[in-house]
């Protein structure tokens, strides 16, 4: 059974940055396309990043392009986001997913194709 554990969450400053970490067990990393989702206060759950099964291809939400970037490493099972410039927009539950396709399958920015997920870990950005 796939399990997912998001960490690194916290309190940080506006303009700061933060990077959370989600390790995947009990089943073969690699052989997953990973996202990252959040869900901000009285919204629905939305797509920020994914990135495909050997790093070539990644996906980006135009809200964080060019300020968080997505990357994982599969000797560690262990899939990253690196948040930088953070704003109170931000301030959200991340989650992690996991998508199990076929090498070469195009990263996903629908939640519907994830079959794994974690239980989040919160980012709080104070202005």
């Known amino acids: 059974q796939v399990q997912l554990v998001e960490s690194g969450g916290g309190l940080v400053q506006a303009g700061g940055s933060l990077r959370v970490s989600c390790v995947l067990s009990?089943?073969?990393?690699?052989?997953?396309?990973m996202g990252w989702f959040r869900q901000r206060p009285g919204k629905n759950r939305e797509f920020v990043a994914g990135?495909?099964?050997?790093?070539?291809?990644?996906e980006y939400a135009e809200s964080v392009k060019g300020r968080f970037a997505i990357s994982r490493d599969n000797a560690k099972n262990t899939l990253y986001l690196q948040m930088n410039d953070l704003s109170s927009e931000d301030t959200a539950l991340y989650y992690c997913?996991?998508?199990?396709?076929?090498?070469?399958?195009?990263?996903?920015?629908?939640?519907?194709?994830?079959?794994?997920w974690g239980q989040g870990t919160q980012v709080t950005v104070s202005s």
């Open positions: 997913a996991g998508d199990y396709r076929p090498v070469g399958t195009a990263v996903s920015t629908s939640s519907s194709h994830y079959d794994a």
């Open positions: 009990g089943r073969t990393f690699s052989h997953y396309i």
């Open positions: 990135i495909s099964r050997n790093s070539k291809s990644t």
